[in-house]
């Protein structure tokens, strides 16, 4: 695919409940995509946006992007089949991408569910996406049998499954969210994670990916291996939220934000440190069996105030 090509990610309304938090995935997807050299990006946040479908269905139509990826949990599959179709037939040379939780759990059931779809990306997309990309042609299968991580579509309708990608070792320290393809005020108005909150100024934010944990009610998209970003880079992103972007709170989105103690003190001293004024919840991601005396009091030194345990299973 031509390093000048549209590349549009698009998420619909969630069909659980109406909370929202940011497209961190895509966010981070775009980063990825640019610093490999793509730089017409655009990520289109339906319900942060407040867009019907129609209006995004009618820029395809006379856009025509060449490749549009999508996200999924289970609950949002009838959706998706629904603007899979639509997209379709608004873009017919579009090549539709889908992620996410429910595509990595049964990558060609997505694909037999929704005709429309070319590929599902199963685990994280970091690496596949890269890959995908440079593999993807408007006319012919390409080079997608090669591409490691993904389930996807032949032109012929057979139904293929590529190996699976080994998750990365480690993260990237030097490799940011994508925050400039966002509006973050419209997120301001909305419900998110947990509902309640202190600030309407807020940003979600990923400090690790995995958990050593098996918790049978959990998703796998990020692997049992538990991979954090350092402090001090955790520490410099909350720095630039606060001071340039004037976010008060964050929601940190974690499966284990608590995975090594030490890590855990150094980043709430370091807020405190730094003078960090920022409330800080947790609506997933601490590991009660975990916690200690010393790690609550730090978290609470930090400005935590809202936290959300699961029972240890």
């Not at 390093?3 to 966010?27: K, S």
């Not at 939780?101 to 996406?129: C, Q, S």
């Not at 990916?209 to 098996?214: A, D, S, V, Y």
């Not at 291996?225 to 350092?230: A, C």
Request: charged share 25%; glycine share 8%; hydrophobic share 40%.
């Amino acid at each position: 695919m031509d390093h000048g090509a549209d590349i549009w990610m698009v998420r619909l309304e969630p069909a659980a409940a109406p909370q929202i938090n940011h497209p961190l995935g895509f966010m981070q997807l775009a980063a990825v995509l640019r610093r490999a050299g793509w730089w017409n990006l655009r990520i289109i946040d339906i319900p942060a946006a407040g867009i019907p479908w129609r209006t995004v269905l009618a820029a395809a139509r006379r856009d025509q992007p060449p490749v549009v990826f999508l996200t999924a949990h289970t609950v949002d599959m009838p959706n998706i089949r629904r603007f899979s179709a639509a997209l379709a037939d608004a873009a017919p040379g579009t090549c539709q991408v889908v992620g996410g939780p429910h595509p990595t759990g049964d990558p060609l059931g997505t694909l037999r569910g929704a005709p429309a779809l070319r590929a599902a990306v199963i685990g994280e997309g970091d690496e596949t996406v890269l890959d995908l990309m440079e593999a993807l042609e408007p006319d012919g299968d390409g080079g997608l049998e090669e591409v490691a991580g993904i389930a996807w579509r032949r032109r012929d309708g057979e139904l293929v499954s590529n190996p699976l990608r080994p998750l990365m070792p480690t993260l990237d320290d030097d490799l940011w969210p994508a925050y400039d393809l966002v509006d973050l005020p419209a997120y301001f108005r909305r419900s998110r994670m947990g509902v309640l909150y202190k600030h309407p100024r807020y940003m979600t934010l990923f400090t690790s990916r995995g958990c050593t944990h098996g918790c049978t009610f959990c998703h796998e998209v990020f692997g049992r291996i538990w991979r954090p970003h350092s402090p001090e880079r955790v520490l410099d992103e909350i720095e630039v939220l606060v001071r340039r972007h004037g976010i008060r709170e964050l929601q940190i989105a974690d499966d284990l934000f608590n995975g090594a103690r030490p890590r855990t003190l150094a980043i709430c001293e370091g807020i405190a440190r730094r003078g960090l004024d920022v409330a800080i919840c947790f609506p997933n991601g601490l590991r009660a069996d975990r916690l200690r005396p010393e790690e609550i009091e730090a978290l609470h030194r930090a400005g935590t105030w809202r936290v959300c345990v699961s029972p240890v299973n």
